[in-house]
């Protein structure tokens, strides 16, 4: 797989089936990726892939929190601007609409929405996670290494033949990760990711792209 092929085949996959990934796989992905770009080779990425039973327990207990209604851990990151402004608020409306819309939920019927965000807290299914963390103490350019680091595990995943969603969804119930991980008490859980094999069957709809001209300028001699 090329890396054109690696980019435009890579989405959040939302369905995985119960095959276990190789951990060849999964230790190939991690050590490419420590090659990943940060200023100053800082490298601020804290990185725990899990599988087996310590996730299976970390599911167990996010759905037991899910069901008994918890309220979801302080926020440590605002994830989005209170007040998105366009064009972001109307991309991030159509995602809503097109991600809903491909399981046949109403926009208005909040429940189901709930419900079918609640499988984020199960995976997907996926039998692999990984939880990225981060020092508390690092600024904005160091936060944005970290995501060109899961960029470059998402595509490396892809060359495995293995697919992948990025979670911010998992900041929510950090307490409960850390039950499981206990990372030390000056990182912040930035995202999990689900890992596995692409479970086929699961219907999806992927979601577009901004016209090229709204986003890039190229300006030339």
Not at 102 to 124: S, T, V
């Amino acid at each position: 797989m090329d890396i054109y092929e690696a980019v435009e085949s890579r989405r959040a996959v939302r369905g995985f089936s119960g095959r276990d990934v190789p951990r060849e796989a999964l230790q190939r992905v991690a050590s490419a990726a420590a090659w990943a770009p940060s200023a100053s080779n800082l490298q601020p990425w804290h990185t725990y892939v899990v599988t087996g039973v310590p996730l299976a327990e970390i599911k167990k207990r996010a759905g037991e929190r899910l069901s008994a209604g918890d309220p979801w851990d302080e926020p440590e990151y605002e994830q989005y601007p209170p007040a998105l402004k366009s064009p972001y608020r109307e991309r991030r409306s159509a995602f809503g609409e097109q991600r809903y819309g491909a399981l046949g939920i109403a926009r208005e019927d909040w429940e189901a929405r709930q419900r079918a965000a609640a499988a984020n807290w199960d995976c997907f299914g996926a039998p692999a996670a990984l939880f990225c963390y981060i020092d508390r103490d690092m600024g904005r350019p160091q936060w944005s290494d970290v995501g060109m680091y899961l960029q470059t595990v998402m595509l490396l995943l892809r060359a495995e033949g293995l697919h992948s969603c990025p979670q911010m969804a998992w900041s929510v119930y950090r307490k409960t990760v850390a039950e499981i991980l206990a990372p030390p008490d000056e990182l912040i859980l930035f995202c999990g990711m689900s890992i596995g094999f692409e479970d086929v069957t699961v219907g999806y709809r992927r979601t577009g792209r901004a016209p090229l001209g709204e986003t890039v300028t190229f300006v030339e001699g």
